[in-house]
């Protein structure tokens, strides 16, 4: 164990891409691990379930030195009928929190790429402390529930702020706020 602070280390840029290797997909649901049922304990043992084998992975991936380090945040997306997409499952690891705007990137690319998918509606069921987010990226109510125990909203996504991009695999870079 280092007594370095390695939060000084920490890259002021991220790759915003849809997970097309191993090491993402597995850092991926490591996080979703730690985020869903370790942290806020809202599944025990783990979160996967039948919507994984049909979503695609969206990850956020931390630099050092230029180099691909870790997934750092994720998000999953399926069409659930033919033009209706789900978000599900964003999570961003509690030291990147603070960062910068991964979260929003993340929920950029997620409605973008399935925009560029025929998308004509865009969905999620968001914990109610991440409504205001929702909200400041252009999201509607459109109303409560409770799931696993915990508050959310059906959000839905103001389509015409989310350009579609065909290519989430090639994705983008992301600087983190100063």
């Known amino acids: 164990m280092s007594a370095l602070d390695h939060s000084a280390f920490i890259s002021p840029e991220f790759l915003i891409r849809a997970a097309t290797r191993v090491w993402e997909m597995t850092g ?13 304990r809202i599944f025990t043992g783990h979160d996967r379930d039948a919507i994984d084998q049909q979503a695609l992975t ?27 997409w789900w978000g599900s499952r964003l999570a961003v690891a509690a030291e990147y929190r603070r960062v910068g705007r991964l979260g929003a990137e993340l929920i950029r690319l997620a409605v973008s790429t399935a925009n560029g998918r025929g998308c004509v509606e865009f969905n999620a069921h968001v ?42 695999a090639i994705g ?7």
């Open 28 to 40: 991926a649901a490591r996080l979703r691990q730690r985020v869903f049922v370790e942290e806020q």
């Open 58 to 84: 969206l990850v956020a991936i931390s630099t050092l030195a230029g180099e691909e380090a870790e997934v750092v945040g994720t998000v999953r997306i399926h069409e659930s009928a033919q033009g209706i």
């Open 127 to 168: 914990q109610e402390q991440n409504e205001a987010l929702f909200r400041r990226l252009h999201w509607q109510r459109q109303g409560a529930l409770d799931l696993h125990g915990v508050a959310h909203v059906h959000m839905q996504a103001s389509l015409p702020h989310y350009p579609a991009f065909p290519e989430p």
């Open 172 to 178: 983008w870079t992301a600087r983190a706020r100063r």
